[in-house]
């Protein structure tokens, strides 16, 4: 294949949900725009599922990007039991910079244009360093990079925690945030992780452009706040939607024969991500709530296995396919899939900016989803979990004139 004389290196922080965005936008500037790329993954000792997906990639022939893993980091002595996760990533990404700043100088050709994930922006001041334009990629919402973008000023003009306030959060030109709804950085203002989070603000700013992974007739509101706003200066770029092709050599025979076999619009997908947990007790009735929903559910473990398939009441007349519905945390990663496969979807928000990405989606949009499973709650109980269940495969029929 003829490629350009142009050479993206793009920066990724450890995680499934940051590696995936970041592979899917290397592959398609490699084979839609003919770049050359090579991703600089930052790995962690415990990341079983990053290194599974990594190897997928490398046993895919040549129209993958040139991925580089660059070896994990011991932050032991600087963190406690206590530290929060926006922290400690932020710290690894720090203490990658020496090998980063190796790499990318040691590529041949040089990179003519760098891109770090949310959490490497730290890292611009080596793209400087060579003189590479430097792009921020967010695998999020152009709100939540309104709000990140805003935040500094938020923290001058906003006394005391922002959670004790009664009123929203304004952001110009956006959709103001409810205070309950704000990401996790800012649940604290006394944490270390808000700070953080300041930070990589102003260091958003400071990039050469910003690229999202949403598009214009998702978020046009947001995207126009964005553009035309002068305390927002970079140039921001709408991308998306990119979405995880299925992987063959990765998907579990004995599941999908399964699947197969399964009545049309039967099956809810249960997930929460790579990085979302529940309490024991919340899990015991989750479990309950699925069960007495008499819906068949497949629950993903989060540490790549699945608890199920399970079967419910049977049916003779079976159908191979399925997207019945779909329970989830409501990452981007995973509410990209809902929205672009058309699967209705229980959201269930747990951490980082999925409450945001729940109210886009219900109040934005306009989309049929059940949000009323809030994290808010210590514990939701069985019969609100089958409740929920029970309407969003209901729904599911309707969508597709099943019956």
Same mark, same amino acid.
């Given at each position: 294949?003829?490629?350009t004389?142009?050479?993206?290196?793009?920066l990724?922080?450890?995680?499934?949900?940051?590696?995936?965005?970041?592979l899917e936008?290397?592959?398609?500037?490699?084979t839609?725009?003919?770049l050359?790329?090579?991703?600089?993954?930052?790995t962690?000792?415990a $990341?079983?599922g990053?290194?599974?997906?990594?190897?997928?990639?490398?046993?895919?022939?040549?129209t993958?990007?040139?991925i580089?893993?660059?070896p994990?980091?011991?932050?032991?002595?600087l963190?406690t039991?206590?530290?929060?996760v926006?922290t400690?990533?932020?710290?690894?990404m720090?203490e990658?910079?020496?090998?980063?700043?190796?790499?990318?100088?040691?590529?041949? %050709?040089?990179?003519?244009?760098?891109?770090a994930?949310?959490?490497?922006?730290?890292?611009f001041e080596i793209a400087?360093?060579? +003189?590479?334009?430097?792009y921020?990629y967010?695998?999020?919402t152009a709100?939540?990079?309104?709000?990140?973008?805003?935040?500094?000023v938020?923290?001058?003009?906003?006394?005391?925690?922002?959670?004790?306030?009664t009123?929203?959060?304004?952001?110009p030109?956006?959709?103001p945030?409810?205070?309950e709804d704000?990401?996790?950085?800012?649940?604290?203002r006394?944490?270390q992780?808000?700070?953080?989070?300041?930070?990589?603000?102003?260091?958003?700013?400071?990039?050469?452009?910003?690229?999202?992974?949403?598009w214009?007739d998702?978020?046009?509101?947001s995207?126009e706040?964005?553009?035309?706003?002068e305390?927002?200066? %970079?140039?921001?770029y709408?991308?998306? %939607?990119f979405t995880k092709?299925v992987?063959?050599?990765?998907?579990?025979?004995?599941?999908?024969?399964?699947?197969?076999?399964?009545p049309?619009?039967?099956v809810?997908?249960v997930s929460?991500?790579?990085?979302?947990?529940?309490?024991?007790?919340?899990?015991?009735?989750l479990a309950?709530?699925l069960?007495?929903?008499q819906?068949?559910?497949?629950w993903?473990?989060?540490?790549?296995?699945?608890?199920?398939?399970?079967?419910?009441?049977?049916?003779?007349? $079976?159908d191979?396919s399925?997207g019945?519905?779909f329970l989830?945390?409501?990452?981007?990663n995973?509410?990209l899939?809902?929205l672009?496969n058309?699967?209705?979807?229980?959201?269930? %928000?747990l951490?980082a900016?999925?409450?945001?990405?729940a109210?886009?989606l219900?109040?934005?949009?306009?989309v049929?989803l059940?949000?009323?499973?809030?994290?808010?709650?210590?514990?939701?109980?069985?019969?609100e979990?089958?409740?929920l269940? +029970?309407?969003?495969?209901?729904?599911?029929m309707?969508?597709?004139?099943e019956?």
């Amino acid at each position: 294949m003829e490629t350009t004389n142009l050479h993206a290196a793009m920066l990724c922080s450890p995680g499934m949900g940051h590696l995936i965005p970041v592979l899917e936008l290397g592959k398609r500037l490699l084979t839609n725009h003919s770049l050359q790329v090579t991703i600089l993954v930052v790995t962690t000792p415990a $990341s079983s599922g990053q290194a599974h997906l990594l190897l997928l990639q490398t046993n895919t022939g040549s129209t993958q990007p040139n991925i580089i893993e660059l070896p994990p980091v011991d932050i032991s002595c600087l963190i406690t039991p206590t530290t929060k996760v926006v922290t400690q990533l932020s710290i690894i990404m720090r203490e990658a910079r020496p090998a980063i700043r190796s790499a990318l100088s040691n590529m041949d %050709p040089q990179p003519t244009i760098f891109v770090a994930d949310h959490f490497g922006t730290e890292s611009f001041e080596i793209a400087e360093e060579l +003189r590479i334009p430097k792009y921020t990629y967010v695998p999020s919402t152009a709100w939540f990079t309104a709000l990140t973008l805003y935040c500094p000023v938020l923290d001058k003009e906003i006394v005391g925690q922002y959670v004790d306030r009664t009123d929203k959060l304004r952001i110009p030109g956006c959709r103001p945030v409810r205070p309950e709804d704000v990401v996790d950085p800012m649940l604290d203002r006394t944490d270390q992780q808000y700070y953080e989070y300041l930070r990589i603000g102003v260091e958003f700013s400071l990039s050469d452009g910003i690229l999202l992974n949403t598009w214009e007739d998702l978020e046009r509101k947001s995207l126009e706040a964005l553009r035309g706003d002068e305390i927002f200066k %970079p140039p921001v770029y709408a991308i998306g %939607p990119f979405t995880k092709p299925v992987e063959q050599n990765g998907l579990n025979t004995e599941l999908l024969e399964w699947l197969e076999n399964q009545p049309s619009k039967s099956v809810i997908f249960v997930s929460f991500g790579s990085g979302g947990t529940l309490s024991a007790e919340q899990i015991t009735e989750l479990a309950w709530g699925l069960e007495l929903s008499q819906q068949r559910f497949i629950w993903v473990d989060p540490q790549g296995g699945n608890c199920g398939p399970h079967v419910g009441p049977t049916n003779e007349n $079976s159908d191979p396919s399925i997207g019945g519905g779909f329970l989830s945390h409501c990452g981007w990663n995973s509410t990209l899939e809902s929205l672009t496969n058309g699967v209705p979807i229980v959201a269930w %928000p747990l951490y980082a900016e999925q409450r945001m990405n729940a109210v886009v989606l219900t109040e934005e949009l306009g989309v049929a989803l059940r949000t009323e499973v809030l994290p808010t709650k210590k514990v939701v109980g069985r019969r609100e979990v089958e409740k929920l269940v +029970r309407s969003v495969m209901e729904e599911g029929m309707e969508m597709t004139g099943e019956s």
